[in-house]
């Protein structure tokens, strides 16, 4: 007899979930700091950032957050934003894409991604994911380099830096540029000090709740190229220059400044961020251990000189024939059911949204197709994408990080939990 809680046995999770976000009286005074000032967006606060006094008290939140970012990941510059989207917009519209132009970036992530792109007028080109980690794959980018790719956009999944110096040494070879959508990546870093956003021409984070970082909403850029930064600037700002007046604007930007508010949360929030990736770490280790000798349920393959990871997700791969066939979701059934949060991720690659199918890349009045010849055929990445295919339709297995800030006592109970529904497999057959 079975003794799954899917089939009436008891829960193998009896601990409560940690919560989140976790927050304290520290955050309070700052949001409340700000509600009391009056002060409530970032030009309130003196004309610190257009070069004004360099006393801590005249320089806003965002600024100071702005500071204290660029000197945790290691880089010149930080801009703080609305969102990671709006984030991959800018940096997509800094480096100067046009209409027609191509951008290779992976499918195995968030549709802003490719949609970044998409609104420059240019045109994602997708290259498949490593089996080992669904990060881009660096041997299958050089095959799809052509007369009009500008760029590379890498996605960190789940937290994870990419093969970094891979894609960057080809980025150099055919003169690239790389934009890192370190959106799951905050405080991520190989080697002690190469931090995910410090690589390529600019890199971009996300502070959407679910994030390791979690203002709500809320984004950032990051860049070492002050030409980058003066671009930047400037998008995020409505296309104003640091010289012009205050109604003069020279580029077709955004009003995508961070309110006062967000950048506040996010400052104290922020030094509770090396702290939160280091438990993570350990409680991820201590997961991993206690789940070793289970067949078909594998981590993906993490970065092995990262020396501080992020765990925004948790990754496996499940292998539906060391199950004797039994499908993914039923395994995630079963898992959901003892307690344990795991779901399948990404319902397709990104090729394979609507969107896709739906907008018309081929038509001449398009800006999608000035200067070239031909549409991509978006159909045509399926075959050329099989892993990340494989990933979406059967193979993926995502954990939360939250789960992984618990106490010993409740990683121990959910990794019990994957080893009863692995000793207990055959009764779901
Ligand atoms: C890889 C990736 N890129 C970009 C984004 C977009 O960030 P946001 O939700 O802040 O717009 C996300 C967030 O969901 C993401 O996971």
Redesign the pocket.
Known sequence: MSNLALLGGPKAVTLPEPTWPIWDDEDRQAVNGVLESGNWWMYAVGEAELGGGDEEPQRSQVDQLEREFAALHHVKHAFAVT???TA?EICMRGIGLKPGDEVITTPY??I??ATCILHCGALPVFVDVDPETYNLDPNRIEEAITDRTRAILP?YFAGEIADIEAIMAIAQKHNLKVVE?S??APGVCLSGDRYAGSFGEAGIF?F?ASKTLNSG?G?MITTNSDQMAEIVWSLRHVGRTKESLWYEHHRIGHNARMTEFTAALLRTQLKKLPAQNAKRMAGVKRFFDKIAGVEGFVPAKLHPDETTRGHYLVLFKYDPAAWDGLPRERFLEALTAEGVGAISGYTFPSFDNPLFQKTDFASPASAYMVGRDAAIDYTSFRANCPVAVRACESEAVWMMHTPFLGEAAYIDQLADAVVKVRENYRSLL
């Open positions: 969102s990671g989207s991959l992530t968030f802003a991604t996605v959508d959106a799951q996300s959407q909403e984004g």
